[in-house]
């Protein structure tokens, strides 16, 4: 098995949350590195998910505006027409 290259990250958070995840670490047992590094997995895919929704969302309301412009455009230059 490859062994997986590590970097080390330091960060600065409240007393109050890093004594709360501190005593759950303690408690439940389990790595703080293994914890951070599935919860920033978790919230980089969560936030791409998110990202493509949005990405994808405004392309569907791009076609739709497309549709609703070209739908008003005979009637813009009939105007156009009479000034």
């Given at each position: 098995?490859?062994e ?69 455009t ?10």
């Amino acid at each position: 098995m490859e062994e997986r290259q590590m970097k080390e990250l330091t960060i600065e958070i409240d007393i109050e949350t890093y004594e709360e995840f501190q005593a759950y670490c303690d408690e439940s047992r389990f790595d703080r590195n293994e914890i951070l590094e599935h919860l920033m997995e978790h919230f980089v895919e969560e936030s791409k998910a998110m990202m493509k929704k949005m990405k994808d969302g405004y392309a569907e309301m791009a076609k739709l505006n497309l549709e609703i412009t070209s739908e008003f455009t005979d009637c813009e230059n009939e105007v156009n027409i009479h000034l």
